[in-house]
């Protein structure tokens, strides 16, 4: 038998210490993230609706939800009746549920408030990079996650999020699989320039091709869940066949338009609720079936709530932006439960929204530190992550 | 000895050696403009140097009242023909507008120069700063952005969309606001490094009451009651603080004073140069801009006239030296293959899919340049466009309902393979693909391809390939 020495010496193993190092890596490297951003901002109100407070019944004359319609998971609070998927995630201890969450400095703007939300900072004119792309930065830069193309992917979307912004990486954005696997790709040039003029464009086209070809192989991955007929339902699915297909794909965003109920918001917000609550689920059970619940987080974004008290009246009725909402976050090392204080309704601010309970900086630092990355890394600030994130063993 | 003799931008003067050629004119017009069509290259060599640089650069001063008369009633595309997009979003149609006119406009230059000052003096529509606003904008950056930088200054701390996305409408004494303060400043004039945070607070006091009205057509409206009138101290100078209406003069003296500082010019020379040049300006060329801007009132019209006559323009090193952006790109397509109904073709999306949407800077800042347009998505996107490019129908006469090609025409009447990716070529490039390209195009066609198909194979190849993604 070949001892240590000659194995190294053969360059067949490692030493010890990049060893450990490569593995504790690996087990890193398999996690991934999905983003569900409910754009336009999603009423938290009335997704976990308080259905034994008066003052959301008062406030609410027309979209306020009775309790019996109300999926209730304790004696106070209940979600959406729409969200049937996310209930049952609930009871089995793997959905947590954030409430409170919102903004120290809340701005009424979709714009301003997408724009914290991106750089994850309450700072007047936020840093251009996002909060994702600098945790893409750091992460492979430790060694944490593998240089990739498609480390930060967005399906669904013409550009991707600004969350994923970083001057170091440029993420790329799918809205077909199978199409941009088709995509015949140039090869060569055509003016005999000088190679060192071309030569980032030909690796552009070169990772263009890798990932073409990771997409055929996500394409081609067989899915069982049951997703929805929307274009909701086909990201929800996308995400689901990179997980499956294995690919180095580490953040997935996937937009979803939009939230912004200033009218008819009841009819709207059960349709809106039902399709995310489907696609969730639907990919829930897809990752489940493969093994990969457990290092896959779900987890929601939206760049505000909205004003307690509704607007318009009858079936018109909705509302205006707001502050505190609620998010959902699912799978892969979360705690189940409720985190954070809900936001009282009779403590408004002066615009008459529910105020934070829990600052939207401190959820991003959650998934920073699920990563592996201390907070202070990526959001230049020392944040103090939710409760929500199991130990690990 | 001359002091300046280092910066000076000398003139390009035509020998025999390095005559004034096909290759030289289409890196003018691929600069100055969005690609080179032949015949535009043909005009161009008529002319000497001097003059073909000032065919470009004297554009004529356009119509303001006709372009907001367009922009805003009978459909933003009322000039255009038919299937003009009553319904649907003013944004998207004002995108279509300012493509259409990039792609067909007599004056690309005046079109690079306000895309140029839209991606500097950066203001993104939403649902606060609507798209009339913007394009009130737009026409004021087409008016004044040819001009005198300090004119054009005075006028963006005036416009109603800056004050709107800025904030600077709600910046009062009382509770003083700092965002224009701190973009004029760090964006818009001397730079980064060039001045403290409490240059930053003194200057948004200065600007306190300087505001939009309200209504339909907003107008910049200056607030007595709103100015803090005290004294201030902006970059080491005290600006005397004045009361009533002329507390409004204390602004305009900054403007005036930041417009002209030597490190505003080195900013707007690195910008220029990144623009027009190069992906990466050497020092020297950002000097001798620098320096021209100062001796030429900062008139970007003069300073371009120097640059793009100059021998150091010229230098084969500059050509296809710029990562084209997605609009250059798109737009440079369009322009060389001729597309009619162009409105139709979807450039706006398009574009939009490769990162850059027009009106929709992502923020402040505007776009980065160079580099930074290279991912593998473009690399996809552009592959994609060019065969959704080569697959337009034909068309030998204007027809209206769809975007199409005259494909017989751009063979040129060429009918053998070889000759007609090299006219493809000269089209879409400027100037003649290698030999080797050639080969390796006719190499790969179907035997005995009917020439129209090849007309469309040189289409993909031509503008998917990565040179294409070159200016």
């Known amino acids: 038998m070949l001892d240590r020495r000659a194995l190294l010496q053969a360059g067949v193993i490692a030493p010890l210490v990049g060893l450990v190092a490569a593995r504790g890596r690996a087990e890193r490297a398999e996690r ?25 019944h008062r406030a609410r004359p027309t979209l306020a939800l009775e309790k019996r319609s109300v999926l209730a998971l304790d004696e106070h609070s209940g979600l959406h009746p729409a969200l049937t998927g996310l209930r049952a995630s609930f009871e089995r201890g793997e959905l947590a549920i954030v409430r409170g969450l919102g903004s120290p400095k809340p701005d009424l703007s979709h714009f301003k408030s997408q724009d914290a939300w991106a750089a994850a900072s309450v700072a007047d004119v936020p840093p251009p990079s996002g909060w994702l792309g600098r945790l893409h930065d750091v992460a492979v830069e430790r060694g944490l996650w593998a240089r990739s193309p498609l480390a930060l992917l967005a399906v669904g979307r013409d550009l991707p999020p600004p969350a994923f912004a970083t001057e170091h990486f440029v993420a790329p954005a799918c809205h077909d699989f199978a199409a941009f696997a088709r995509t015949p790709l140039a090869r060569a040039g055509a003016l005999g320039l000088d190679p060192s003029r071309t030569e980032r464009l030909r690796e552009a086209e070169e990772s263009a091709r890798g990932a073409a070809a990771e997409f055929a192989r996500a394409a081609g991955t067989r899915v069982f869940g049951a997703y929805p007929p929307t274009g909701l339902g086909d990201h929800a699915r996308m995400a689901a066949r990179v997980r499956i297909a294995g690919l180095a794909t580490r953040v997935i965003w996937i937009t979803t338009p939009t939230f912004d109920t200033h009218t008819r918001q009841r009819r709207e917000h059960e349709i809106l609720l039902g399709r995310l609550d489907a696609s969730i689920a639907a990919l829930r059970d897809d990752l489940s079936r493969a093994g990969l619940l457990e290092t896959t987080t779900i987890l929601t974004v939206s760049e505000f709530g909205r004003r307690v008290a509704e607007s318009g009246v009858g079936a018109d009725a909705g509302t205006d932006h707001g502050n505190a909402s609620i998010a959902f976050a699912l799978g892969g090392g979360v705690q189940g439960g409720f985190a954070g204080e809900a936001s009282d309704l009779g403590d408004l601010d002066a615009d008459g929204n529910l105020r934070a309970t829990v600052d939207f900086r401190d959820y991003c630092a959650t998934w920073v530190t699920s990563a592996g990355v201390e907070p202070g890394a990526v959001l230049g600030e020392a944040r103090v992550p939710l409760s929500i994130l199991r130990r690990r063993a | 000895m001359n002091p300046h003799r280092s910066t000076a931008l000398e003139p390009f003067v035509p020998s025999p050696d390095d005559p004034w050629d096909r290759a030289k004119a289409a890196h003018l017009l691929r600069r100055a403009g969005f690609g080179a069509r032949p015949r535009e290259v043909l005009a161009l060599l008529r002319l000497e140097p001097a003059a073909a640089v000032a065919s470009l650069v004297d554009f004529p001063d356009i119509d303001a009242e006709l372009e907001a008369q367009i922009a805003l009633e009978g459909g933003c595309l009322g000039e255009l023909d038919n299937r003009n997009r009553i319904g649907e979003r003013l ?15 007599r004056r690309p230059l005046h079109e690079k120069l306000t895309l140029f000052w839209h991606a500097h003096f950066a203001c993104r529509e939403n649902e606060l700063l609507p798209t009339p606003l913007l394009l009130a904008q737009n026409r004021m950056l087409r008016r004044l952005g040819p001009a005198r930088f300090d004119e054009l200054l005075l006028a963006v701390a ?10 600077n409408r709600s910046n009062e004494k009382t509770r003083p606001n700092e965002n224009w303060a701190r973009e004029l400043l760090e964006l ?9 945070q409490h240059d930053v607070v003194e200057l948004a006091r200065v600007f306190t009451g300087w505001r939009a009205s309200s209504g339909e057509e907003p107008r910049f409206a200056f607030s007595a009651a709103h100015h803090d009138e005290g004294d201030k101290l902006v970059l080491g100078t005290k600006i005397r603080g004045r009361a009533g209406a002329s507390g409004v003069e204390e602004g305009d003296e900054v403007l005036r004073r930041l417009a002209r500082a030597p490190s505003t010019a080195r900013r707007l020379a690195d910008k220029l140069a990144r623009w027009f040049v190069c992906d990466e300006p050497s020092a020297e060329i950002i000097e001798c801009l620098a320096a021209e801007l100062a001796g030429r009132e900062f008139s970007l019209r003069e300073t371009l006239r120097r640059l793009f006559a100059s021998r150091l323009f010229f230098a084969p090193a500059q050509r296809f030296a710029l990562v084209r952006t997605p609009v250059d790109l798109v737009v440079a397509a369009a322009r060389s293959l001729e597309v009619q109904n162009v409105h139709l073709l979807g450039l706006e999306t398009i574009s939009a899919r490769m990162g850059m949407q027009l009106l929709r800077p992502p923020n402040v800042a505007g776009w980065g340049l160079g580099a930074r347009w290279i991912c593998a998505s473009a690399a996809a996107q552009r592959a994609e466009f060019a065969r959704d490019l080569a697959q337009l129908p034909h068309t030998t006469r204007r027809v209206a309902g769809h975007a199409a090609l005259d494909v017989e025409a751009l063979a040129a009447g060429a009918r053998e393979p070889r000759r007609i990716a090299s006219e493809l070529g000269v089209r879409i490039f400027g100037v003649e693909p290698s030999s080797a390209a050639l080969d390796d195009f006719v190499a790969g066609l179907a035997p005995n391809a009917a020439p129209n198909d090849v007309v469309r194979a040189a289409i993909e190849r031509w503008v998917g390939c990565a040179d294409f993604a070159l200016a």
């Open chain 1, 32 to 56: 991934a993230w999905i983003v569900f951003e409910l754009t336009g901002g999603n009423d938290g109100l009335d997704t976990l609706i308080p259905f034994e407070d008066d003052r959301y």
């Open chain 2, 91 to 105: 944004g998207e149609n004002a995108r279509v507008w300012w493509l259409y006119r990039m792609v067909n406009g």
């Open chain 2, 158 to 167: 005036r416009d109603p969309a800056m004050l709107v996305f800025l904030d």
């Open chain 2, 188 to 196: 818009f004039t001397l730079g980064r490094g060039n001045y403290e």
